[in-house]
């Protein structure tokens, strides 16, 4: 998967969060998990871009796993709301499983680098 591609997941990744937040009712419960879901979900975009502006190896790397970790969290928050909001289990679910397929990419990517970077030295 090439970083555009990349790029525009992780934008839509945020704006389905964004979607979901917006159909969960109004309580305090759902306030703080959506307020921090927002925050976590939209950094994983925003650090992915700042990655691929990243001006040596090592910052690419120490990017992307500010993205690991901004999407953990953001899978984190997906189960505690689902526990509260029965009826949009699904909706909760899909975007957990686009989280985890995301993690799973980054993931791979910080190893390959790594294995590429250690590849190189003599």
């Excluded at 945020?14 to 921090?36: A, D, P, R, V």
């Excluded at 984190?76 to 679910?93: C, M």
């Amino acid at each position: 998967m090439n970083s555009e591609t990349l790029k525009k997941r992780t934008k839509a990744y945020s704006i389905s969060i964004g979607h979901l937040i917006s159909e969960l009712s109004y309580n305090i419960l759902n306030k703080n998990y959506s307020n921090q879901l927002v925050r976590c979900s939209s950094s994983v975009g925003a650090n992915y871009r700042a990655a691929c502006r990243a001006k040596s190896t090592a910052d690419f790397i120490n990017k992307l796993k500010i993205v690991e970790e901004e999407l953990d969290e953001t899978m984190y928050f997906l189960e505690l709301p689902e526990e509260f909001n029965p009826d949009r289990k699904n909706l909760i679910q899909e975007n957990w499983k686009e989280g985890n397929e995301l993690l799973s990419i980054i993931v791979a990517s910080i190893v390959t680098i790594r294995r590429n970077e250690q590849n190189r030295k003599p």
